[in-house]
């Protein structure tokens, strides 16, 4: 089965620091999305990618974050200076054209020390 | 707002022990109602998406219905494998894929 595969892991960084999550969706898949779970919370939308572009963002997605799609299999998260509150485990996700079914990544943990 | 939410929290059966899950949800215009397992420290791992009430799915021992307010995940005499946070999450009328989720109910099911 088709899968989402994210790297890395498990990062550590200190606070302040950049950070760049990367994410291989499938490879037929048209939508991207990246989403983050902190501890025992709800999981939650960070923003969605089509054709390109950001196609919706969430109020979590301020300036500190971006995305990019480098080239044809890459999607990646940058956080430009990390804060202790952005530690969680970030998802990447990807869909087909008709968005019905949303396949996630297992995940890279990231903490913030 | 969309708003998604789940009950119980936690949910301990017995195996063979028959049991239901509730999603009870608020969209404005439902694009699609979406289950996934989750395991501890793992991503969601996508069971099934309804689209309108009335519709059913199923997967081995689970089976998922909806109604206009809400969607019911069936499970039907659970092992100890199906133990596992269960998520619903809802796509509301943006085309963009976004997806709201519920706090899951976490299922612990013993031997």
């Known amino acids: 089965e088709p899968e989402v595969t994210q790297t890395p892991s498990h990062q550590v960084t200190q606070m302040g620091q950049e950070v760049i999550l990367r994410c291989v969706p499938i490879?037929?898949?048209?939508?991207f999305y990246w989403y983050r779970q902190i501890l025992g919370q709800k999981v939650e939308f960070l923003v969605s990618?089509?054709?390109?572009?950001?196609?919706?963002k969430s109020e979590i997605f301020d300036d500190q974050f971006s995305v990019e799609r480098p080239d044809g299999s890459n999607f990646t998260l940058k956080i430009r200076s990390t804060k202790l509150e952005d530690s969680a485990m970030y998802f990447c996700?990807?869909?087909?054209?008709?968005?019905?079914?949303?396949?996630f990544g297992e995940g890279s943990w990231l903490t913030v020390v | 707002e969309d708003q998604v939410t789940q009950s119980p929290e936690a949910l301990r059966l017995q195996e063979g022990e028959s049991s239901s899950l509730n999603c009870s949800y608020t969209?404005?215009?439902?694009?699609?109602l979406f289950w996934y397992r989750q395991d501890p420290g793992k991503g969601p791992e996508f069971l099934f998406t309804l689209y309108s009430a009335g519709e059913e799915k199923e997967k081995e021992r689970l089976k998922a219905t909806l109604t206009k307010k809400e969607s019911f995940l069936h499970i039907t005499a659970p092992k100890p494998e199906d133990s596992a946070t269960y998520l619903c999450a809802v796509g509301g009328s943006s085309n963009t894929g976004k997806l709201i989720f519920g706090q899951g109910t976490t299922l612990q099911v013993k031997p």
């Open positions: 969209v404005s215009g439902l694009r699609g």
């Open positions: 996700a990807s869909s087909d054209h008709s968005g019905n079914t949303i396949y």
């Open positions: 490879s037929n898949h048209l939508y």
């Open positions: 990618f089509y054709n390109n572009e950001i196609s919706e």
